[in-house]
């Protein structure tokens, strides 16, 4: 009777326990590849890339540029809102109504080391050359450029704000009230995510970002844009003659924005 | 299937209301006459403008994607470089008209919604530099 | 197979050898035929009985939910429209309340299919009666958690662009892959229950609807502790914590929508009153009167398991507290979180702690000492609050403690350095995350009044008032009631 041959088919729980285990592993391999995907440094470079026909220009070559910045925290001044003024003015982000709400793309804090030192210091998007951003992005929006810039495709963004938690750096963000009018250098719109984008129209100009063109002319000449991988760039000069770290080399996302003066 | 006579019923009944208010609405457009839009500030579009029509979206998707994401820039054929062209200029400007209305006004016309300037800037070159390039 | 209703099940040991099995083919007379929505079976068969309560009730819950969805989409709109700095979210703090409810939704229903699952490939115990039931509930949770993550998006209307570019580095990107397999699976692990000819496809199905929902909670917990940038989240412990939550919670509300669901069914309300172990206050069964009692074989079988598992997720949750405690860079947030943190650790120790594992333990003991269901389903409700208030905690708690931009030093400056944020939800975000447990409800209610979820008594098939054996106690004169049907 076919009742039977049910009955006898059912399991054991020994049988049903030892199942679980068996296809738990399997199922743990499934989760495990996009990780060991990840790993294999598919992350940045595929959001980039993204299966899109062309050539593929996102995979970097080392000729090809790595745009960094260095700043002086020993240079910089707590008084000085110089890179920010330009930064607004450039970008067209107005001053923060809400500050815990509203963007600022490069915003001054004040740190406070061991031996009481103080430092004022610029924080904005690091452009890690890892980027947690991009790797949470679920579209892809967020991406890293062949040369190392660290952009929000707008057009992709669905607003979940996946980036924002994932940043380390809190310097993402998404504008919460409508944008009354976008500066024809950089569309936003509210609801979709933004950062730094290190005047990304400008560098692809041949310019340097406002925020250090300008610090150099009002400010203190406290930032220093240039080629990361060019070792004759001033920037290259400089980060070996006098040094300094990304924020965060704990995390391993090989920032590429460096700091000098802090420990 | 008797039980499932109600639900048929229904489902008729709200494709038959679908089909009469359809009707009503393409009655009611039967007077709607294309807009007239805004002359072009420039000399010649960048392709003819019968092949524009068909392809602008195409080629601005296109754009959209070399630039932002493969960062390579054509500053003549940019959205800026659009709306520098096709954007009425403040001073010839109707109150209430958007600086694109060029593009608006078609797309209105034909039902078919436009996002670009919901982030993109509208406003000509021109203009902004009357305004000294900050933006109010 | 003989006395294949649920009387059979009772005989203990037995049920492995003869005991029920809902899904026979031969037997779908256990179920309700397809097509007879509950607002027609009270005429149909209720055997020339009433229902004990009014139909309209059912009515009632499901025009309440339906509102309450609707507030939520139009909280949502409003958002949308307005933008978010409606909401108490900002910058430091991205996930609000929408999230806890929404997280708390997902886990539930991906909990709740491994049970019902579990059930379909154990079909001779209590717990296959559960499958049809918990397969629908586990979707109809899930349906409300998505709802309220796409109502909570900052773009919503970009929505269609998360199937046109994938990432699978993002949890979210996977999520959504887990997400539509997860409504496949529970359309074809129906459709095997409903159709004989799947009849031998069962067991695979079975087991991957017991798989899915674990990858899927595993996922979830994924969004949480691959975040490097957060101290408090960052853990591999997350993993084994979402699941063992995801099992808690899905068997919590598995239970109760047994409980519940069951009263739907006229069999039960048409038998005469069973005075011991109702509940009092029926949720979503309007014309509950007797519900399953504690020795239910299947109530039993449920609670168990929701013992089992809150004591798990307890264990689980203790484990990732003490690394969190003893890892000297998450210190600062656990202390936070336990300890200083304002709202917070109120709502961990009396929230979670409390109302979430001690006091729902004690009651399920209490229940199976009293041998009442009112205890299981008051137990079954604690055990999701309180899974409200520690998601609340794990989730909000760590962004509200700030971020250790750069470690080792003090660092001061805009409103989300170095501040804790404080959080305020307004009523937006109350709205949004209450309408995805309204959206589950309506679901779970329309599916539980339409689809034939819910075994009954072989005898009210035929429309005789003939004792039914739900939930009689195991004696031989109940063995016999089902006899007639072979």
Redesign the interface.
Known sequence: M???A??T???SRRR?LG??LG??TA?AG??LA?GV??LHG??AA???A?G?P?PD??RSSPRSPRWGLLIDTQRCSAECSACIDACQ?EN?WPEPE????D??WI????????GDSERSLP?LCQHCQNP?CA???????T?R???G?V?V??????????C???????V?????????????NH???????EGCTLC??RV?RGQQPACVERCAADGHGALLFGDLNDPGSALSEALRDYGGAP??S??GLAARVHYRG?? | MKRFEGWLWGGGAAVALFAVIGFIALLGDRGAAPPVLPEPQGEACLLEAEQMRREHADWLSDRMHTAVRLGERDPARSLQACVDCHAVPAAQRAPEQPPMAFCRDCHTYTGVSIGCFQCHNERPKGDLAELGGVLP | MRGGALGSVQSGVQDDQRGLNMAQPTRPTHYQPLGSPIWQQTRQWAGGQAPAAPLWLFWLSAGLAALAALAGAAAALHLALSGHHLSGMGTQLVWGIPHVFALTLILAGAGALVVAASGQLTATTPLAATTRLGSIVASALLIGGLAVLVFDLGRPDQLPVTFQHFNPASSFARNIFFYLGFFAIVGLLLWSLLDPALARYRRLIGWLALIWPLLLATNVGSIFALLAAHEGFRSGLLFPLFVSAALAYGSAVLLLGWLAANGLTPAVTARGANARGTISSPVMAPHVATPPTATHPTTKRLSRLLALFLAAHAAVLLVHLLSLLYSPAARDVARFLLIDGGIYPVLFWFGMVAVGVILPSLLLLAGVIRQRTSHFAVAAGLVLLGGLAHLFVMVVGVQAHPVALIPGYEVTGAAFDGEVFSYQPTLWEWLIGLSGVAIAWLTALVAVGVLPLTPRPAAATRGSSAPDTLDTPDTPASQSATDPVD
């Open positions: 076919s009742e039977d049910s009955a088919r059912t399991l049903f199942r679980c296809a738990g199922a499934l989760l996009p995907w990840l598919g992350g595929a959001a980039a993204d899109e062309g220009r996102t003015e067209g809400h500050p815990q709400q963007p600022q915003r001054k804090v004040t740190v406070r080391g061991p924080m947690p790797s949470v992005c679920p579209t892809r929006a991406f450029r062949a040369d810039i952009l495709d707008k057009h992709r963004c669905i607003g979940c704000r996946y924002m938690i994932a940043c380390p750096f809190q993402r963000f998404m504008p919460q009230r409508p944008v009354a009018e976008a500066s024809p569309p936003r719109g509210k609801g979709a995510a990304v129209h692809d924020l965060r704990d995390l802090l420990s």
